[in-house]
């Protein structure tokens, strides 16, 4: 990746395998340390917990940094999120992460600013209204936060989790045949079960 020479990296979650192996996370650190270039880390339920709680998000932000947060690159705004808070029962945490994502919404939309969104569990695998699972975020929360994408102007989500490549243009409901919603969940590093070759994916 360094010899590319990108402007910068995103990992879509699951920097670790064993969630509370202390010397995963060391070892995850010092690999990430051998980047050039700025390395944006999202939480994946491997790091946190497939239900996390206070003490394993507490710890997560100590060893590797928050888990939501934005920033901005060329004219566009990054929005960082933690999709395993919103499949757990941590109604505060949830509370925060959306206040969070309302208000940095509307500083976007003020700016005028496209915005990609990471995130580690796509918020769907084949169709918009497919029945919850382990693999993609419940219906009701999807729903909620596609309204807020195609309001804010997302032009991108990208995430991990699948352990396969799944695209799919989503088209936002009432505007031009033209507005999609890129939907890229990207291939592995470690293991795919579609037979993608592992790796990492380059966004010009």
Not at 108 to 137: M, R, W
Request: charged fraction near 25%.
């Amino acid at each position: 990746i360094n010899e590319l020479h990108p402007d910068f990296v995103v990992i879509c979650g699951d920097l670790v395998d064993e969630t509370e192996s202390d010397e995963a996370f060391a070892d995850f650190n010092r690999i990430k340390a051998g980047f050039r270039v700025p390395c944006y880390c999202v939480a994946g339920n491997h790091d946190v917990g497939n239900y996390p709680t206070i003490e394993l998000l507490d710890r997560y932000r100590k060893l590797v940094g928050p888990d939501w947060y934005a920033f901005e690159h060329k004219g566009h705004t990054f929005v960082v999120v933690n999709t395993s808070v919103w499949r757990s029962y941590l109604t505060d945490e949830i509370q925060k992460q959306d206040t969070w994502l309302h208000d940095t919404f509307k500083e976007t939309t003020k700016q005028g600013s496209p915005v990609i969104v990471a995130g580690h569990h796509p918020l769907f695998a084949k169709h918009a209204e497919e029945q919850g699972n382990y693999f993609n975020l419940p219906r009701e929360k999807r729903r909620e936060l596609l309204t807020l994408f195609e309001e804010h102007n997302v032009v991108a989500v990208l995430s991990g989790h699948a352990h396969r490549q799944i695209v799919h243009d989503y088209r936002v409901h009432g505007k031009s045949p033209d507005r999609v919603i890129q939907m890229v969940t990207s291939a592995s590093t470690s293991r795919n079960d579609d037979g993608s070759p592992l790796g990492f994916r380059l966004w010009h």
